[in-house]
């Protein structure tokens, strides 16, 4: 990538001149921007009909594990609205997979495991090694992405985060609660220590290989962060993550050094932590570039409190997208472009991801808005 004025000082006319992706990585690092870029956490999926048609031939499992499907859903919401971000179609859970825990999806029953991890046994039965070879589907379809986009829009990569794995994992599937990873991190640390470890492991060789692949960007979904309390967060999953990223620094520093990209070859990490309001500080402490902001928390407050050479991203309520006219949409989007103006490092997104009934309307409005902003 060029690095343009913009880059290196003020806004000026070269700023007008940012690619998608070089606006999505400028944002990541808090350095000045033409506008926000904007992308939305589950852009691909069942809101848009092109999905919905493909779905009909196929099950989400073939359409994640067969690259060509992967990787022309993945595109789908970029070409229809051009977000300035694509991100994998692909799962969580794949990692889980990887691990040799296998998983289905059916519309009535969502994620089902061939089993739930419960014990020290079922935790030895989760092999690290052989997942680079179980995976091999998720580089694939992230080179026929980054061919397909160039260098003109990002690409994220992503994985959960240790805890959010072991909340699916030990339920063996989605479930309206998630005792079972509770109770195993409340009563028998050691085992749950056990799984993190694995777990932290096979998250770091999952995200290698999409970095290898040459995605710009990785984001880390703590979905379920928001279970635990607040003194919980940092023993069951925020020190988690910190290993993960570290890690991940120390290769990708080494693998990237001859990047082109000069100082964008650092690789932004992005935390999205879900309901963990009480836990700014360790989320600061995992040495994430960008923190994501959850739909419940005001903007103003994250602005307020969060450094900034951190970025900040998020963080419209998604059920707005199915319930709201395109009119209060845009009001909205408007208002917390607003809350957030003059503040580098801001990535414009929802507050979790878009539901399957959002209203293509309503998605173009906010994009609209977005990129319309001064
Ligand atoms: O567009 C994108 O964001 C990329 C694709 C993506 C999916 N899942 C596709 C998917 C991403 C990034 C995810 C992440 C994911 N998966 C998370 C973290 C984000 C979040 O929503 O909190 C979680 C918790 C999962 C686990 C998961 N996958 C569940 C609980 C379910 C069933 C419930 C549901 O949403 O339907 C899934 C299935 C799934 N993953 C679908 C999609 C498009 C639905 C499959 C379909 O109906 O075709």
Not at 88 to 113: C, P, W
Not at 178 to 205: C, G, N, Q, V
Not at 294 to 319: E, H, K, S
């Amino acid at each position: 990538m060029q690095t343009t004025a913009a880059t290196a000082g003020s806004p000026g006319p070269a700023a007008t001149a940012l690619t998608s992706r070089q606006r999505f990585l400028n944002a990541c690092a808090c350095w000045p921007v033409d506008h926000p870029p904007v992308w939305l956490m589950r852009q691909a999926g069942r809101a848009l009909p092109e999905y919905r048609a493909l779905r009909q031939k196929h099950s989400f499992l073939d359409l994640a594990q067969t690259p060509e499907l992967a990787a022309e859903v993945t595109l789908q919401p970029v070409r229809r609205f051009g977000f300035d971000a694509a991100i994998l179609f692909s799962d969580i859970l794949v990692t889980a997979e990887g691990l040799g825990q296998k998983f289905r999806f059916d519309e009535t029953n969502g994620i089902q495991m061939d089993f739930a991890l419960r014990s020290t046994a079922d935790v030895a039965r989760l092999d690290v090694k052989a997942l680079p070879e179980r995976l091999h589907y998720v580089p694939r379809a992230l080179r026929l992405v980054r061919a397909a986009l160039g260098k003109q829009t990002a690409l994220i990569g992503f994985a959960g985060s240790p805890w959010t794995l072991a909340t699916f994992m030990a339920e063996g599937g989605s479930r309206d609660h998630y005792p079972h990873a509770l109770s195993l991190f409340r009563k028998d640390r050691k085992t749950y220590f056990e799984l993190a470890e694995k777990l932290t492991a096979a998250i770091i060789a999952h995200l290698q290989l999409q970095i290898e692949a040459g995605v710009d960007a990785i984001q880390i979904f703590d979905s379920h962060g928001g279970l635990l309390a607040p003194l919980e967060f940092q023993e069951a999953s925020g020190r988690w993550i910190k290993e993960i990223i570290s890690s991940l620094r120390t290769s990708t520093l080494r693998s990237r050094a001859t990047a082109e990209d000069g100082p964008h070859s650092a690789l932004p990490i992005i935390v999205f932590s879900l309901g963990t309001h009480g836990n700014w500080d360790d989320l600061l402490a995992t040495g994430a570039n960008v923190l994501g902001i959850d739909w419940r928390f005001p903007l103003a407050d994250a602005r307020r409190l969060l450094p900034c050479d951190i970025g900040l991203q998020g963080n419209l309520a998604p059920a707005l997208l199915g319930d709201a006219t395109p009119e209060a949409v845009a009001a909205e989007t408007a208002r917390l472009l607003e809350v957030m103006r003059g503040r580098n490092g801001y990535i414009f997104n929802l507050g979790h991801g878009v539901p399957p009934e959002a209203r293509l309307e309503n998605i173009a409005a906010l994009v609209e808005v977005v990129k319309n902003f001064k």
